[in-house]
């Protein structure tokens, strides 16, 4: 069974930084691209960013580009997205994916509010 448990959530001022992990299992990690969608209140899933199997190569929406970081270790099954300068509109809930099946978590919520 495919499980994937999103951490690292909370509520930060604008210009701060949260670090997300997504605890993977169930499925074979190590050859699996991954990714970060996210949705806001009101509005439909959005695609954040996504990393290859390896680590080699990386995507970001240009709305995230230069502030995330999307990362991974294979030997722990773990996905990150590192946020820096976050912004009110980076205010989502953020799913980790399994690009392969389309199986996500449930989910940790970052509110970025002063």
């Known amino acids: 069974e495919v499980q994937l448990v999103e951490s690292g959530g909370g509520l930060v001022q604008p210009g701060g930084s949260l670090r997300l992990s997504c605890a993977a299992s169930?499925?074979?990690?190590?050859?699996?691209?991954m990714s970060w969608f996210r949705q806001a209140p009101g509005k439909g899933l959005e695609w954040v960013s996504h990393i290859n199997s390896d680590g080699g190569s990386t995507r970001y929406a240009d709305s995230v580009k230069g502030r995330f970081t999307i990362s991974r270790d294979n030997t722990k099954n773990t996905l990150h997205l590192q946020m820096n300068s976050l912004k009110s509109e980076d205010t989502a809930v953020y799913y980790c994916?399994?690009?392969?099946?389309?199986?996500r978590g449930q989910g940790t919520q970052v509110t970025v509010s002063s």
């Open positions: 994916v399994n690009a392969l099946t389309g199986n």
């Open positions: 169930g499925f074979i990690f190590s050859s699996t691209t």
